[in-house]
């Protein structure tokens, strides 16, 4: 069946930027919604943003102007970069799936800790 | 953007009972063209990614027991566990995706009485 999985560093300097790849196993990236969802510790959900397998993006607007979600289909994979991060930026990031474009996520990642700390 | 509002923020509930989540949403998520309501619940446990357990407010995604249930409509939704069970224990989430962002509530913790 089809797995999501993240990866990238886990400790991120202030002021540097995240980046965080997410790669689709067991099927194709194509004809999906892509997003990324972060949760602060001791916090809630967050949606960051998704990214159509053609390219379009949407992005959550409290994040836009530091943010960028790319898609490669040739890797079957897609990929957040977040600039200029600080400690509120700390949280586990998840890759999700949203089967129809509908807006709710049938399919996670495990999840990664990111650590924004110098 | 609309803010998802749940309660009770914690829930202690006897194995066998009836737990009743509550989520409000500052603005209708019904859609008039389609009679759909965008709203979504999700379970969450300890080291594990968020579960989708309801969408459209009371669809249940396949494999997930049928004492999940969803209802409501416009602003006022509530997920309902019939008949608590022990692996019930949780985070849960109500999120809505009538228009980007989509926003999450901040949980409902659930525990055995």
């Known amino acids: 069946q089809v797995q999501l999985q993240e990866s990238g560093p886990g400790l991120v300097k202030p002021s540097e930027t995240l980046s965080l790849t997410c790669t689709v196993s067991g099927g194709s990236i194509s004809n999906s919604y892509w997003s990324w969802i972060r949760q602060p510790p001791g916090k809630g959900l967050e949606w960051i943003g998704y990214i159509y397998y053609s390219g379009t993006t949407n992005y959550n607007p409290s994040l836009k102007s530091r943010l960028a979600i790319s898609v490669d289909t040739s890797k079957n994979q897609f990929s957040v970069k977040l600039s200029s991060v600080s400690a509120a930026d700390t949280a586990v990031y998840y890759c999700?799936?949203?089967?129809?474009?509908?807006?709710?996520?049938?399919?996670w990642g495990r999840g990664t800790l990111v650590t924004v700390s110098s | 953007d609309i803010v998802m509002t749940q309660s009770p923020d914690s829930l202690a509930v006897s194995l066998g009972e009836r737990a009743t989540i509550n989520c409000k949403s500052s603005q209708n998520v019904l859609s008039s063209s389609n009679n759909k309501n965008y709203l979504a619940w999700y379970q969450v446990k300890p080291g594990q990614p968020p579960k989708l357990l309801i969408y459209w407010a009371s669809t249940r995604e396949s494999g997930v027991p049928d004492r999940f249930s969803g209802s409501g409509s416009g602003t006022d939704f509530t997920l309902t566990i019939s008949s608590l069970q022990a692996e019930d224990v949780a985070v849960y989430y109500c999120q809505h995706y009538y228009t980007a962002p989509y926003t999450f509530g901040l949980g409902t913790k659930l525990e055995i009485k």
């Open positions: 999700a799936r949203d089967d129809y474009g509908a807006g709710y996520f049938g399919l």
